[in-house]
């Protein structure tokens, strides 16, 4: 059992398919409501930034803030369909359910 486990080159990428699968996930909206910190029913880029650098902290491995702010802009080139620079439960919902 000499096996060690080094952080593969490739482990973010592994880390934000998870955090996309999450985001899916039939416990999304959930997710969404531990992201809302003022719990006004959209995400801010401070709220999905913070919600990520917690789950960074929380699997022991801190990243630095461009790192954050990278998975942030891609969170938000997917889901914040008009642009407004929020992610509202609607647009937040459209990965589960396809109704507007
Ligand atoms: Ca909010
Ligand atoms: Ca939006």
Do not use: Q
């Not at 997710?31 to 990520?52: H, I, N, P, W």
């Amino acid at each position: 059992m000499a096996y060690v486990d080094p952080v593969p080159p490739n482990a973010t990428v592994v880390f934000e398919v998870e955090v996309y699968s999450v985001s899916r996930g039939p416990r999304s909206m959930e997710a969404f409501g531990e992201m809302d910190l003022d719990s006004d029913r959209s995400l801010t880029k401070d709220e999905v930034k913070a919600y990520l650098k917690l789950e960074y902290e929380k699997s022991g491995k801190p990243r630095d803030d461009p790192f954050y702010e990278k998975i942030m802009a891609d969170i938000f080139r997917k889901s914040d369909r008009d642009i407004d620079g929020v992610i509202s439960a609607k647009e937040y919902n459209i990965y589960d359910h396809d109704e507007l």
